[in-house]
């Protein structure tokens, strides 16, 4: 059991959820001036350390603030799966602009090496400007 001498704080079980080489974050059932509390605290590891130390970055609930967030965790569980659903989404979207993109790209890189070695391509890219200039709204095919 390890305590600390501010306000009679002691923790009374650790709960390691989450660690890589340079963070660990915790559940402690702790207890503050003998009232039961569950902290979520953030520890580091020090360089050329083995024992992670805690950070300031922690947050303590009274047993019922934590009871009260057990209550919607279902909730918010579901509410990160739309969130991580819209992402790939997004994601498999912002892809397929990139291909869309290097497809034009090389298609106009083919056109445009077709064009400088066939005097062909030069006929055909002549005529298209030229009716391109004929019309009233040159940019119409554009949109």
């Not at 062909?120 to 019309?135: T, V």
Request: aromatic content about 12%.
């Amino acid at each position: 059991m390890a305590t600390s001498g501010k306000s009679d704080f002691k923790v009374l079980n650790t709960i390691e959820f989450y660690r890589n080489d340079f963070i660990s974050i915790r559940a402690e059932l702790c207890t503050i001036a003998g009232k039961p509390y569950v902290g979520i605290a953030r520890f580091w590891k020090p360089d050329g350390k083995e024992d992670y130390v805690p950070t300031k970055k922690s947050i303590f609930l009274s047993a019922d603030q934590w009871r009260l967030l057990g209550s919607v965790a279902g909730q918010i569980n579901r509410s990160l799966t739309s969130i991580s659903i819209v992402i790939l989404i997004q994601v498999s979207n912002f892809k397929m602009f990139l291909k869309n993109i290097q497809c034009t790209y090389y298609e106009l890189q083919s056109f445009i090496k077709a064009m400088i070695s066939n005097e062909e391509a030069d006929a055909q890219l002549e005529a298209a400007l030229q009716e391109l200039m004929r019309s009233e709204d040159p940019f119409h095919d554009l949109v």
